[in-house]
C-alpha cells in the first residue's frame, strides 16, 4: 500500500530487538535530521498515517531521541554529565514500567566522586558503553547525546513533549556554571514529592510551562498504571 510506505523524512528497517506477535512483522522507524517546528509538524504527520494503518507498539519497543552535541565544549559534557547524575531518576519516572528494568537503558552509571571531581570524563562514558536511558557514548559514536529511557509510542503528543525536554536539557543545561550546578544539586534533594522533582528539572533546563504541566500530569498517570 503506497499509503504506508515511509515518508522521504523517515526510513522503516528490520529491528530484531523486537519482540512480535504470531503474524506480525518488526518494524524500526527512523527520521532523518530534524530542527524546529516543522520537524515536529512531520512527526505528528507521520506517526497519524502509521496509526491509521493499524500499526502498534508493545512492551519490547522503545524509543530513542538523539540530540546533537558536535559544539559541545569538554566542560559542557562534564556539565550535563552532572545533570544527568541530578536528575537521571526524574527522566525514569516519565516512561512506562517496560523500561524500568530493561536492559537497553539502564540507569546513570557513574558515580558522584566522577560527576564532581576531577576525572577524563570522557574516558569514563567510553567505558560504560551506551545501553543507559541517558547515553553519552553517542558522543563518541554520532556526536549526539542519545536518550534511550521512553518506551515505544506512536502518540505524537507522548513523542513531542518528550523531544522538547531531551532537547532543552542539552541546549539549556550546557550553560550552566560550576557553582550552578552543586546549588542544583542541593536543591534538587530538597524535592520532597515527584512532582516538584518533575517541576525543578524543567525550571532549571527552561522547559516551556505548557510541556512541564504535560510531564508532571503524565508522570501521575503512569504511577496510576497508565502507558
Known amino acids: 500500500d503506497d499509503d504506508v510506505r515511509p515518508s522521504p523524512d523517515f526510513v522503516v528497517s528490520d529491528d530484531g530487538s523486537i519482540e512480535p506477535a504470531d503474524g506480525e512483522t518488526s518494524l524500526e522507524l527512523k527520521t532523518v535530521i530534524f530542527s524546529g517546528d516543522r520537524g515536529l509538524q512531520r512527526i505528528d504527520e507521520e506517526l497519524a498515517k502509521y496509526r491509521k494503518h493499524g500499526a502498534r507498539v ?21 556539565t550535563l554529565v552532572k545533570l544527568a547524575y541530578v536528575f537521571d531518576q526524574v527522566f525514569a519516572s516519565l ?24 576525572c577524563d570524563i570522557l574516558a569514563a ?3 560504560y558503553g551506551r545501553y543507559y536511558g541517558i547515553n553519552f557514548d553517542a558522543l563518541n559514536r554520532h556526536r549526539t547525546i542519545e536518550f534511550r529511557y521512553h518506551h515505544g509510542t506512536l502518540d505524537a503528543e507522548k513523542v513531542i513533549n518528550w523531544l522538547i525536554l531531551c532537547l532543552s536539557f ?7 556554571k560550576a557553582d550552578r550546578i552543586l546549588r542544583v544539586l542541593k536543591t534538587s534533594r530538597k524535592q520532597a514529592t515527584l512532582n516538584r522533582r518533575i517541576v525543578y528539572l524543567c525550571k532549571t533546563v527552561k522547559v516551556p510551562k505548557p510541556v512541564t504541566r504535560y510531564l508532571v500530569k503524565r508522570a501521575n498517570d503512569l504511577q496510576q498504571g497508565g502507558i
Do not use: W
Request: charged residues 30%; positive net charge; glycine residues 4%.
Open 58 to 78: 508493545n512492551h519490547s519497543c522503545g524509543m530513542h531521541v538523539h540530540i546533537d552535541a558536535s559544539d559541545l565544549t569538554r566542560r559542557q559534557v562534564k
Open 95 to 118: 516512561v512506562a514500567r517496560s523500561r524500568k528494568q530493561n536492559n537497553y537503558c539502564k540507569a546513570f552509571p557513574f558515580r558522584r566522586a566522577q560527576c564532581f571531581k576531577r
Open 170 to 176: 542539552v541546549e539549556h543545561g550546557r550553560t550552566l
Open 125 to 127: 562514558i567510553r567505558a
